[in-house]
């Protein structure tokens, strides 16, 4: 096991800088004293949350058989490829079967290209400007399809969803949620000419609506799911489904002054306190949730737009919370992101691509998960 503790140095200017996991990530699982020394000295052994915590990495052991799951295995040879870097090929001493283990097995495409999609993605920049973008920064030919990109969202969405409900959340506690909707609207009619006067004078109901569940303090975003419905049904499954991502229960809801809200918390918390406020008695009530709506426009779910099938719209909205979560620091939180402040072990990265990389290895090493198989 090779312990691994992520710091941070002081400055003068007051910022943070922070290790990278692309910074021991580069070596691999062979070289890791050219890690220690190149590390040392220059991080001290201070975490990088408030919980003082060191991250113990364990994931550079040689991974398990994905069919019997043995770990009895031994490197064989490397795959060359045009487009990708070499990928190595191990063999079970066991069962002699031979599979390929690297987070673009069975995609054409390089690492760095699934890392742009989806921090291009994740900034509300539509498909096919996307395209353009990866073809004229690429130094060899790449064909490119909007559905070649939305099934890589699609594909690598469900990655980091698994990676976030299997990583390690001991020291995840809390005391408040903030629970609140927004509705998403049906495409615009007249060929994109329909004008705010149209909306007013004729009332159009929501395509589907989005449940958003926050936490209050350290601002994690737990779920964003996608109903066609605003009832009590709706509100139900995405407080369970919530319970069973975080794996623990609050003793305190913020929410409006809706019927449906409290009825579906009730079916699921029964002694939890419900303080429900509607925006005429106190408008700043749940600013926090509001704040995060606006966030989630910006980003590319626009209020007046289609998505359909739903499914790509839930497929967006995990898509910007998994940034939102993992990746973006918030000032109010001292520079950290909000899965930091919750305590959840894992080093910081700088996009996609390295987030992508340790959830892979995380998986595979530590819990024996093979997600693309």
Known sequence: MIKIVVGKTSSAKKRFKYLRISDFLSYGHEDNTQYNHRCKGRYNNKGYH??????????FVS????????????????????????????KCKDCGYRFTDSPTFKTQFPLWVIGRVLDLASEGARLKKIK?????????????????LRNIIQK????????????????????????????????KKNNGK?????????????????????????????????????????????????LKGVKYAPWRILCDKLRAQISGI?????????????????????NLIERLHSTM?????????????????????????????????HSALNGLTPAMKAGIVYPPCS???????????????????????
């Open 297 to 329: 426009r910006r980003k590319g779910i626009k209020k007046w737009g289609g998505f359909r099938p739903q499914t790509w719209l839930q497929c967006r909205v995990d898509l910007i919370r998994i940034r939102y979560n993992f990746l973006d620091r």
């Open 194 to 242: 329909d004008n705010g006067m149209v909306r007013r004078k004729r009332k159009i109901n929501p395509e589907s609506w989005i449940i958003n569940i926050m936490e209050q303090n350290k601002r994690y975003w737990h779920v964003g799911k996608v109903t066609p419905d605003r009832d009590a049904d709706a509100y139900e499954e995405a407080v369970r489904l919530a």
């Open 266 to 286: 009730r079916r699921v918390l029964r002694h939890v306190i419900i303080d429900s406020r509607s925006k005429k008695e106190d408008f700043g009530h749940i």
């Open 63 to 90: 991974p398990r058989c994905s069919r019997c799951h043995s770990a009895n295995v031994i490197r064989k040879e490397r795959r060359q490829s045009k487009r990708k870097d070499d990928m190595p090929r191990w």
């Open 132 to 148: 353009e973008e990866i073809i004229r920064d690429s130094k060899q030919k790449l064909t490119l399809t909007t559905g070649t």
């Open 156 to 187: 690598y969405v469900k990655l980091l969803l698994l990676f976030e409900f299997h990583v390690e959340k001991d020291k995840f506690t809390c005391d408040t949620w903030l629970i609140d909707d927004t509705p998403q609207m049906p495409p």
């Open 50 to 59: 408030s919980n003082d915590a060191s991250l113990t990495l364990d994931i």
């Open 351 to 373: 996009g996609f691509e390295d987030l992508i990389r340790y959830a892979y290895l995380f998986l595979t090493r530590k819990k024996g998960i093979w997600p693309f198989t």
